[in-house]
């Protein structure tokens, strides 16, 4: 067998869900093994990925400015917004647990909004690039995409046990909308992206 | 009508991650099979993967009720006292604007790991008992992409953040719920690392095979 090959260029389509090969020749839509739709590449996977992203890449905005919650303590509101939060972690000596809101709320949406661009622009100008390392910074984003839900959850778990009437009191503000949706809609556009397309258009493989 | 595809199982497998035609591996276990191109883990094979399975996603289902009834933590600040469970979590905020977010923690946290292990139960019962169910490749292909949703540790995580939070301002209470999610978030973990796609999708096309010889 001649080495490199791919599965498209010998004519078999590999079934996404069961991994089950099929001849293109069969003309099969749906997968003999698990019935799943049969496609050579995801469909769509640039329009959609692209479209997710734009869409995370504009409520990123809203998610940084607005308050994520607000903190009543005797009948005082004052507004916290992401980074407002973390500056107030390091304010009280919790400098590693800073570093990890920072990671997880800041650094790593902020990874994946411009590491999603640049898979997707190498893929529509076929850039020549080293694909085996894109594609590792595909598996890097796609993997690490569910840990940026911590802000949300601790802020569930925030506002459900501050509830004290006048003493002290935690409600969420209008960025943590955006802000799960800025990290579900780039969970969506990572599943979307094909990491096969890099593979695809790297001319000497 | 099952087609034969005598290509296939026997000879070769594609990467998913970049499509290279490989030769089929027959790895034993304890050996891991990376793709030569891009390096994707292909095969992890596991002891027992099947009976595994079973076992942990029936502690996980008994798991749940404790991990979802009983109070995780609890503060106290000059008297008065507030305990939080999982799904109080999500009650909280389910107000007018905020009930999208209160959604997400839903599923994240309480409805997605509970799908999951019982697929898992669904799945590794008819595998263990070998009977067939014309459900179990589309419980299967759920179950595959229900995996990055269940969330389980991201909420640790959260719960740990939280809590050095709330650590300045109030006496934290750690209740039984929290020991009953730490154990099902292992047996979660455990469920993902157990399981061996290859052989499930292996015997659920096998099993499906006989079905349709018989009839």
Known sequence: MKANITALKQGLIRCHDCGWLVKIADKLSHCPRCDSQLHARLPYSLQRTSAFLISGMLLYIPANVFPIMTVNQFGVGEPHTIVGGIIELIDSKMVPIALLVLVASILVPLFKLIGLSLLLLSVHFRWQINARLWTVMYRIIAFVGRWSMLDIFMISILVDLVNLGGVAQIIAGPAAIAFAAVVILTMFAAKNFDPRLLWDSQENQ | ?215
């Open chain 2, 1 to 215: 009508m099952f087609v034969t595809n005598d290509l296939n199982s026997t000879n070769y497998d594609a990467c998913p991650e970049c499509d290279l035609l490989i030769n089929h591996a027959h790895p034993t276990i304890g050996d891991k099979v990376h793709c030569p191109r891009c390096g994707f883990l292909l095969a992890r094979p596991r002891k027992q993967s099947i009976e595994h399975t079973f076992s942990l996603s029936i502690a996980g289902l008994i798991l749940i009720f404790p991990a979802n009834l009983l109070p995780m933590i609890g503060i106290e600040v000059m008297g008065e006292s507030t305990n939080g469970l999982l799904f109080s979590g999500v009650m909280a905020l389910f107000s007018k604007t905020m009930w999208p977010v209160a959604i997400v923690v839903f599923l994240a946290s309480i409805l997605f790991p509970l799908v999951h292990i019982l697929l898992s139960f669904l799945i590794s019962g008819h595998l263990y008992f070998n009977r067939s169910c014309r459900y179990l490749a589309s419980w299967m292909c759920w179950m595959q992409h229900l995996d990055e949703w269940v969330m389980l540790e991201v909420y640790m995580l959260g719960i740990i953040v939280a809590c050095v939070k709330l650590m300045a301002m109030a006496e934290i209470k750690f209740g039984w719920g929290l020991y009953a999610f730490i154990a099902l978030l292992i047996i979660t973990g455990m469920l993902t690392s157990k399981l061996d796609t290859e052989l499930f999708w292996h015997r659920i096309g096998k099993l499906r095979k006989e079905h349709y010889h018989e009839s």
